[in-house]
């Protein structure tokens, strides 16, 4: 199964839809380009095996976006976001939905966010 080319993202209810730009191996580049900003969308997949022995899957989504500064002496805004799901490979991945699903959730909870970015815990 493979995600979809192009992906949208929605940004405070605008849609921003992120064309496939490179894959390779176990990952994709995604990317929305305006003059006002850019939105890269990065998937990877690596399998890891520490020295313990057993083998891990992991997962990263990460998600920059780049507000282009209209004045060349002000520095662009980067501000991004990424999630790493991580399981045993003999798990096959049928536990990770549940606590990326738990995990969103969470996130989404109104406030969380804002607390989080204050420094709360």
Request: hydrophobic share 40%; charged share 20%.
């Amino acid at each position: 199964m493979a995600l979809t080319s192009p992906i949208t993202v929605t940004i405070n209810a605008v849609d921003k839809v992120c064309k496939k730009i490179n894959q390779d191996g176990y990952g994709s580049h995604y990317r929305y380009s305006s003059s006002t900003e850019r939105l890269d969308l990065k998937i990877r997949h690596v399998a890891d095996k520490p020295k313990n022995g057993v083998t891990y899957d992991r997962h990263n989504v990460e998600l920059t976006w780049t507000l282009i500064s209209a004045d060349p002496d002000v520095s662009d805004t980067v501000v991004q976001a990424y999630i790493v799901l991580k399981n045993e490979s003999t798990d096959l991945g049928t536990n990770v939905p549940y606590l990326a699903v738990a995990l969103a959730d969470l996130i989404k909870v109104s406030g969380n966010v804002a607390a989080l970015v204050g420094w709360e815990n």
